[in-house]
């Protein structure tokens, strides 16, 4: 008996022991685990492309008159207005060439796909292939969310829903609009303010925000359009700065009426969801001429906002690719220098 219960005792002893050492184990290797995920850490900031900065080889050559012909086409039969030689349903593997894994679409480049979802279906499955996600669709020729008219602002409202859909079905976080309309700076505002807050109740329901981009016109004053923010004051609207997109009025001979760009991005980033940086030509030294990255970046860090910062080239001297390239490679430089 006395022998049996030594046994007995011993194999307790042996099984409490392993016990303890798988439970010390799996405790060690929680530990572990949980130690490896606190040092994962997502960089404050991140670089997406916009596809705007592929439109020359999305759209082709433009000729004179070519902007009346293309809100025409656009309208009447929206494919033809693509006559280049890229096709923008390959967009996610273009982007994925540059290393980004982050899209912004340009909705006009899919303006006739809108209601097919087989498309949809695919493009989405070209992401995931690609290893890149899609963060916003720049959303364009759907109306003025600041038009004087009730109905019509109304039905621009409405033209906006597809693609807040479209945007909830791709997994992104936005879409950007435009605060446009006809009358005085007062008389827009007011009506940008009841347009976005139609349209952001939607975008909430959805789980999508309404970004606005400073895009010429009165969209171009920081203040005017800081002004509709705070008057909005909803948690899904909110905006896009881009960097180089501050001429309120345009002449003949460019831009004749252009607000400061570095005011009106402090002015801007505290409603951000987002960051555009619009680079158009470039120093022997990799440094964009029209806008100094290094300054915006600091504005951008001292406004607390954590994101994607959007490569958009609109230059004609290096080719799309090349634009792309040296943007990138100077938005590395900045975010380095202020880590």
Request: proline share 3%.
């Amino acid at each position: 008996m006395k022998q049996k219960i030594i046994i007995l005792a011993v194999s307790l002893l042996f099984i409490t022991s392993c016990r303890t050492k798988t439970e010390a184990n799996s405790e060690s290797n929680t530990v572990t685990e949980a130690s490896q995920e606190v040092e994962v850490q997502t960089p404050d900031f991140q670089i997406s492309l916009a596809q705007w900065s592929f439109h020359k080889a999305y759209l082709g050559p433009q000729k004179e008159g070519y902007w009346e012909w293309f809100v025409k086409t656009l309208q009447e039969s929206p494919d033809d207005i693509l006559l280049g030689n890229a096709d923008p349903k390959d967009f996610p593997e273009m982007a994925a060439k540059f290393g980004v894994n982050s899209i912004e679409l340009v909705n006009t480049f899919y303006y006739g796909k809108v209601d097919n979802q087989a498309f949809w279906d695919d493009f989405k499955k070209r992401c995931e292939v690609a290893g890149v996600s899609v963060g916003l669709i720049m959303c364009d020729a759907l109306g003025n969310l600041g038009d004087a008219d009730p109905e019509a602002r109304k039905r621009t409202v409405e033209n906006h829903h597809k693609w807040v859909d479209i945007a909830k079905f791709l997994g992104a976080h936005s879409i950007r609009v435009n605060a446009a309309g006809e009358g005085s700076t007062e008389e827009v505002a007011a009506n940008a303010v009841d347009g976005l807050k139609q349209l952001g109740a939607y975008g909430a329901k959805q789980g999508i925000n309404i970004i606005v981009e400073n895009h010429g016109g009165y969209s171009s004053n920081g203040a005017w359009l800081a002004g509709i923010m705070a008057e909005v004051n909803m948690d899904n609207v909110g905006t896009l700065p881009d960097y180089g997109n501050f001429c309120i009025e345009r002449s003949p001979d460019g831009c004749a009426n252009e607000y400061d760009r570095y005011k009106g991005m402090s002015e801007l980033m505290p409603y951000a969801k987002g960051v555009s940086a619009k680079s158009n030509d470039f120093d022997e030294n990799g440094n964009e001429i029209h806008t100094d990255f290094y300054k915006m970046l600091k504005i951008v860090k001292d406004s607390g906002f954590k994101g994607y910062i959007g490569i958009e080239y609109e230059g004609n001297v290096l080719s799309e690719e090349e634009g792309i390239e040296a943007t990138l490679a100077l938005l590395n430089k900045a975010i380095d220098s202020i880590q």
